[in-house]
Structure formats: structure tokens, C-alpha cells
Nanobody, 118 residues
Framework: QVQLVESGGGLVQTGGSLRLSCAAS????????MSWYRQAPGKERELVAT????????TYADSVKGRFTVSRDNAKNVVYLQMNALKPEDTAVYYC???????????WGQGTQVTVSS
């Protein structure tokens, strides 16, 4: 079955960096666009970044544009999110998923917590 395992989160100071990883299994990663999402306490989950199947195109939420970079390694079945210049408002649980699989009702992974201290 589809499994998505996020890792790499942690506690970092304002201005710091983290690199998140998303290990995918149970489907052919190279056939799906992939996205990163985040959910802050008391807020709805929001889309952060999307990358096309071959990595040639990426899109970002305005709030992270210029600071975050999404990438993927289809051979390793991993999607990454490099986060630089972190701000306290980036504090959230971060998840990855394939939008197409989400529409089919595939479950979310456990996510990885990112906490940015001021």
C-alpha cells in the first residue's frame, strides 16, 4: 500500500535551515507530481510547494517563495524540501503527498514537526 514517511524536522532558531525528506513506497513515485503541505496549530493544512514528475517545474506558496526549495530523486523514491531563512510562522507539522493520490483518498503520513524559535 501507499506509504509516505516524512523526516528531518526539528527545533531551529529564526534564520536557520532544515532539510525535510519524504520516503515514498507502494507506488511509482516518478509517475506522480508531489507536494509538501503544512499544518500549524489551530489552522487548516496548506499547500507549500509542488514539483512535477520529472522535477522540471516547481511552484511555491507566496509565504515561502525564495526561501524553500522542493526537489526529488525518483531513483531513490524520495522528495525533499530545503527550508532556509526560517521564520517562527513556519512552525507546523509538514507532510508530503501526491495530489492525485489524495483525491483517491490515500491517507496522510505522520508528518514531521518543524519548530522555529524567535
Amino acid at each position: 500500500q501507499v506509504q509516505l514517511v516524512e523526516s528531518g524536522g526539528g527545533l531551529v532558531q529564526t534564520g536557520g535551515s532544515l532539510r525535510l525528506s519524504c520516503a515514498a513506497s507502494g507506488f511509482t513515485l516518478s509517475e506522480y507530481h508531489m507536494s509538501w503541505y503544512r499544518q500549524a496549530p489551530g489552522k487548516e493544512r496548506e499547500l507549500v510547494a509542488t514539483i512535477t514528475t520529472d522535477g522540471s517545474h516547481t511552484t511555491y506558496a507566496d509565504s515561502v517563495k525564495g526561501r524553500f526549495t522542493v526537489s526529488r530523486d525518483n531513483a531513490k523514491n524520495v522528495v525533499y524540501l530545503q527550508m532556509n531563512a526560517l521564520k517562527p510562522e513556519d512552525t507546523a507539522v509538514y507532510y508530503c503527498h501526491a495530489p492525485t493520490l489524495l483525491r483517491r483518498g490515500t491517507k496522510w503520513g505522520q508528518g514531521t514537526q518543524v519548530t522555529v524559535s524567535s
